[in-house]
Structures are given as structure tokens and as C-alpha cells.
């Protein structure tokens, strides 16, 4: 790859991020800091960041912490928030997600979701952790939502990064113009790749986009010699079929620069947030896959690949 890469124009210093979590194993190699930024183009029915869909803030309420105090609707300057038999309910037509009533809460019943920040906040909190990435060969990654949908304020992000010598890692579904992915990829040590299905129609019907951009971008990440680690959802009934499974494993094998294999089980801890969203969930019968069902399709995949694991 050529490695000169140009400072976009017009490049927005500030990004909406909804949260930084430090000491993750999870999200690559080592002890890491995960940058997840808010937005994201797809609608998986099975997403467990609902509050990560949107590129705006959100106004989280969690009904069960509520007293009933009133608090929120005394302070609110947009009048957003009604009582109702004793309910206190937000128009969110109205309400303008700055945050007062989440302030004034002291049951922390409200929350507001994504917070404006720039390159060097950014930096400062991910350099925090700095002597840790050397120790256990870690660095940072940068999640979502999809990060590739904010991808000037992500290839600042990288660039700081790079910069600093820490080791990079883009945890991402793909769903953005080969440009954008060129030039993340080349401040991007490892991609994390999801791979939710390459039959077209399921995809189509899961996650609201075609599958096609995903997979040929997938293919360039190949061709430039970028790393990748899969990662595959399995959702019973969804994903799952011995098919599916089967032509998941083929494309994988055809591609050349995939280091590793992750199946990543369905799992139903985002469920309680869309209620606190009053958004309505849509795989509401699927059940966590068994361990032993795990095994199985993993063993299919290793036929294709020589890592697959259970886990990310
Ligand atoms: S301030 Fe908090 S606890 Fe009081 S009514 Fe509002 S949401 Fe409920
Ligand atoms: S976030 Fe602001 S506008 Fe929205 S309900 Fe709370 S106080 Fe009102």
C-alpha cells in the first residue's frame, strides 16, 4: 500500500463517541482501549447497541430505577417530560437530549447517550493507558456502532494513534466506499470483520443493506495485504444454516489475509435497552445458542479456516 495519505478536506475536529472502555481483552490483541463512536448505517434485528444506531445524542430512561419524584420535569427547559398516573414520560419530539434531567436525577433513572469530543480528548483518555499497551503488546480500537460512518474524525483518530506508536484495531461491518476504508486501512494494524451472512437475501432481511459492498470490501482488505479477524454472529434461525455456514466458510478461504475466525453467540443482554429507548425489539423468541451447538459449527468452519474460536 502507499502509505502518503492526504488530510481530507474540510475535516471535522469532533465525533460523537458513547463511550471509552479501558483494559478490554476482548476487542484484539493484548489490554486495549476501546473507542466506540455513535452511528451506524445497518439495522441488525439482533444489535445489542440500540443506543449506537443513531449518529445524535440519546435520552436513555430506565422506568424500574425511577421514584416518581418529578425532578426531571421541574428542570426541564423544553417541557419535553409529562406525568402521567404517576408516570413520568418523555416527548421525544420535544425533548433536545441536553442532558438537565439526567442531571437532576438522583434515582440516575436518565442518561443521555454520545457526547461531542474532540481528536486531543480523545487522545489524552486512550494515552492514559499507554505503558499498559507496550507491557501486553495491546493498544486501542476503535468500535461502534459502525466507526467507518464517522471516518474523518476515525482517521484522526488512527493518525494520532499511529502517531504515538500504538497499535491500531477497527472493529467494523464494512458498509462504507472503498475510499474510506483505503484510507482508514492505512493507519489500521487489524481489522475486526463482521461477517453476518453472505447470502444475499438473508442479509438483506436482518440487516436492512445489501451484503455485496461488505464482502467486496472485505476483498480489498485482501488484496492490500491488511489483516482481518472475522467475526460471525450466530443467530439460530437466522444464520445459522449448514449452508450458510458452509458458503461463509468458502468465501473465507478464497480471501487469503483472514488471521482468525470468531463466532460470536447470540445474546440477549441488549434486550432491556430497548425498552429503555421505547424502541420495539425485533428477535424477541431467538434463544442463546448451547455451547455444544457452538462446537459444531465451529468444526464445520475449521474445514475452511485453521482458527476459529467461540468468543471475541
Ligand atoms: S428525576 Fe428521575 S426519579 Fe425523579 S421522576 Fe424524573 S426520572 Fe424519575
Ligand atoms: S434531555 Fe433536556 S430536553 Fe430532553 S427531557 Fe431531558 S431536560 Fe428535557
Known sequence: MDNAIADPPGEAPTGTVFNIIRFS????????????????????????????????????????????????????????????????????????RCGTCADACAADAREVIGRLMTVDEVTREVERDAPFYLESGGGVTFSGGEPLLQHRFLVLLLRSCVMRGFHTVVDTAGYASPDVLFRVAELTDLFLYDLKSVDEEIHRRFTGVSGALIRGNLERLASWGKKVV?????????????????????FIASLGN??????????????????????????????????????????????????VSIGG
Not at 52 to 57: P, V
Open 25 to 96: 481483552v476482548q476487542d484484539g490483541p493484548g489490554i486495549r482501549t476501546t473507542v466506540f463512536l455513535k452511528g451506524c448505517p445497518l439495522e441488525c434485528a439482533w444489535c445489542h447497541n440500540p443506543e449506537a444506531l443513531s449518529g445524535g445524542k440519546e435520552l436513555l430512561f430506565r422506568p424500574d430505577r425511577c421514584i416518581a419524584c418529578g425532578d426531571c420535569m421541574d428542570v426541564c427547559p423544553r417541557h419535553a417530560i409529562v406525568e402521567k398516573e404517576g408516570k413520568y414520560e418523555t416527548r421525544t419530539e420535544l425533548c433536545a
Open 258 to 307: 483472514v488471521v482468525q475466525v470468531q463466532l460470536l453467540p447470540y445474546h440477549t443482554i441488549g434486550v432491556a435497552k430497548y425498552a429503555r429507548l421505547g424502541v420495539p425489539y425485533s428477535l424477541p423468541a431467538v434463544q442463546t445458542p448451547s455451547s455444544g451447538y457452538l462446537n459444531s459449527i465451529a468444526e464445520e468452519l475449521l474445514r475452511f479456516h485453521p482458527v
Open 230 to 250: 472475522i467475526r460471525m454472529p450466530i443467530v439460530p434461525g437466522v444464520n445459522d444454516s449448514r449452508s450458510n455456514i458452509d458458503a461463509a466458510g468458502r
